[in-house]
């Protein structure tokens, strides 16, 4: 699998979660974080119908779950609940 990249111009149309692998965030051509399995990204600007802040580069053999608005939507509600620990658990599975 080729590596993918998102650039800061890019407004998202979907929220993204790390299965397995590692995430680059970069700006102004640095490294500022390096993510591993977990990590959810996109999902403000996704609301917000903004482009990315930061340009993400998705490492290879990385796993990535696209997650369309509706389902950002049920996860934030849920979040608010104290439900998310088990939903990303069930993810694992």
Same mark, same amino acid.
């Given at each position: 699998?080729?590596?993918?990249?998102? *650039?800061?111009?890019?407004?998202?149309?979907?929220?993204?979660? !790390? !299965?397995? $692998?590692?995430i680059?965030?970069?700006?102004?051509?640095?490294?500022?974080?390096?993510?591993? &399995? $977990? @990590?959810?990204? $996109?999902? @403000?600007?996704?609301t917000?119908? &903004?482009?990315?802040?930061?340009?993400?580069?998705?490492?290879?053999?990385?796993?990535?779950?696209?997650? *369309?608005r &509706?389902?950002?939507?049920?996860?934030?509600?849920?979040?608010?609940?104290?439900? !998310?620990?088990?939903?990303?658990? &069930?993810? *694992?599975?």
């Amino acid at each position: 699998m080729l590596s993918h990249k998102y *650039d800061t111009v890019h407004i998202p149309t979907a929220g993204y979660l !790390l !299965l397995d $692998g590692e995430i680059h965030f970069i700006k102004r051509k640095s490294i500022i974080q390096t993510t591993k &399995s $977990g @990590t959810l990204f $996109g999902v @403000t600007e996704l609301t917000d119908k &903004s482009p990315l802040k930061y340009t993400v580069k998705i490492t290879q053999k990385s796993k990535v779950c696209i997650l *369309d608005r &509706s389902t950002v939507k049920e996860l934030l509600a849920k979040l608010t609940k104290g439900e !998310l620990p088990h939903i990303f658990k &069930s993810l *694992d599975a």
